[in-house]
């Protein structure tokens, strides 16, 4: 159990099953059309996993928030914070504004959605405030590799190679990650990340 970003394949994103996300992809192509800006339908169908192959996403929030929303409220203005964490479907469409959507999500009565250029300008930002090693964490996520690497103990090895206010507090840094990688895999791949 926990909370998970995870990528969302064609089948799930258009399934108007019950764990489909039909009612969000119809939802927000309307307003995409009402904002004169072409409909989202370009979602990649899922595939075999292949651990490294960087066709899925999948990555599991358990370290505390707490040192990263210091963090966000010192190097962000409000609206980037809440434009980082506000969200609960990030798509690989540029979005001026969040588009929120009378439907239910996992954790909240709407869903609200973000588009990932946005999200990865605000998470590239983080990522220079604390001098985050890019080259040396996983740059795919496709079975918790993120989330391995600063909880099994590789994120202290490099720490010490290469320190940097990054390596100051490790769980602000697993989230200046995430909210990074998974803004990259959005845009790289076309598809959907929610929290599921």
């Given at each position: 159990m926990g909370?998970?970003l995870v990528s969302?394949?064609a089948?799930?994103w258009?399934s108007?099953?019950e764990e489909g996300?039909?009612?969000?992809?119809a939802?927000?192509?309307?307003?995409l059309?009402?904002r004169?800006?072409?409909?989202?339908t370009?979602?990649p169908?899922e595939?075999e996993f292949?651990r490294?192959?960087?066709?899925a996403?999948?990555e599991?929030l358990?370290p505390p928030?707490?040192?990263?929303?210091a963090?966000?409220?010192a190097h962000?203005?409000r609206a980037?914070?809440?434009?980082?964490?506000?969200w609960?479907?990030?798509?690989?469409?540029?979005?001026d504004?969040?588009?929120?959507?009378?439907?239910e999500?996992?954790?909240?009565?709407t869903?609200t959605?973000?588009g990932a250029?946005?999200?990865?300008?605000?998470?590239?930002?983080?990522a220079?405030?604390?001098?985050?090693p890019s080259?040396?964490i996983?740059?795919t996520?496709d079975?918790?590799?993120l989330?391995?690497?600063?909880?099994?103990g590789?994120?202290?090895?490099?720490a010490?190679t290469r320190?940097g206010?990054?390596?100051?507090d490790?769980?602000?840094?697993?989230?200046?990650?995430?909210?990074l990688?998974?803004a990259?895999?959005s845009?790289?791949r076309?598809c959907?990340?929610?929290?599921?």
């Amino acid at each position: 159990m926990g909370i998970y970003l995870v990528s969302v394949g064609a089948q799930e994103w258009f399934s108007d099953e019950e764990e489909g996300r039909g009612e969000v992809a119809a939802g927000l192509n309307e307003e995409l059309a009402r904002r004169g800006l072409a409909p989202y339908t370009s979602v990649p169908e899922e595939t075999e996993f292949v651990r490294g192959s960087g066709t899925a996403f999948e990555e599991k929030l358990v370290p505390p928030m707490d040192g990263f929303s210091a963090l966000c409220g010192a190097h962000l203005s409000r609206a980037e914070e809440e434009l980082l964490l506000g969200w609960t479907v990030l798509v690989p469409i540029s979005l001026d504004e969040e588009i929120r959507l009378p439907v239910e999500s996992a954790y909240d009565e709407t869903t609200t959605v973000a588009g990932a250029p946005q999200i990865l300008a605000v998470a590239e930002r983080l990522a220079a405030a604390v001098e985050l090693p890019s080259d040396r964490i996983p740059a795919t996520s496709d079975n918790l590799e993120l989330t391995l690497w600063f909880l099994d103990g590789q994120a202290k090895e490099t720490a010490t190679t290469r320190p940097g206010p990054w390596s100051d507090d490790l769980d602000a840094a697993f989230y200046v990650a995430l909210y990074l990688r998974a803004a990259q895999h959005s845009i790289r791949r076309g598809c959907p990340i929610v929290y599921s």
